[in-house]
């Protein structure tokens, strides 16, 4: 209300438009009038988005320090053990598996 009575007061008293000579109008204080309604809505959608880049921000410091560790074993090393031959085959058996948020569903059976 007080942007209305405002823009009226500005329209009566007939002041000019910054770098222009003419007057302000009663679409001039609309266009105003819902360029802060609706810039002050989008400023009211910024919180949910924060939440999830501080959750992608803390991501990728984690990813940044798996990456850059230093692993305790060298694999571009020549030695250490190695078999001399490697060969055969592996059976499973009363192996199971199943996720800890579906442990009904067996993924591994």
Same mark, same amino acid.
């Given at each position: 209300a007080l942007g209305f009575w405002f823009g009226g007061w500005l329209i009566v008293h007939e002041v000019r438009r910054s770098g222009s000579d003419t007057f302000l109008s009663g679409g001039d204080v609309l266009l105003t009038f819902f360029a802060i309604l609706i810039g002050c809505f989008m400023v009211g959608q910024i919180p949910p988005n924060i939440l999830a880049i501080r959750q992608g921000s803390s991501a990728a410091e984690r990813l940044t320090e798996l990456i850059n !560790?230093? +692993? %305790?074993? #060298? *694999?571009? =090393?020549? $030695? $250490? &053990?190695? +078999?001399? #031959? *490697?060969? $055969? #085959? &592996?059976? /499973? !058996? $009363?192996?199971? /598996? =199943?996720? +800890? %948020? !579906? +442990? #009904?569903? !067996? *993924?591994?059976?």
């Open positions: !560790r230093t +692993p %305790s074993i #060298d *694999v571009a =090393s020549p $030695g $250490g &053990l190695t +078999p001399p #031959d *490697v060969g $055969g #085959d &592996l059976e /499973f !058996r $009363g192996v199971t /598996f =199943s996720y +800890p %948020s !579906r +442990p #009904d569903a !067996r *993924v591994l059976n």
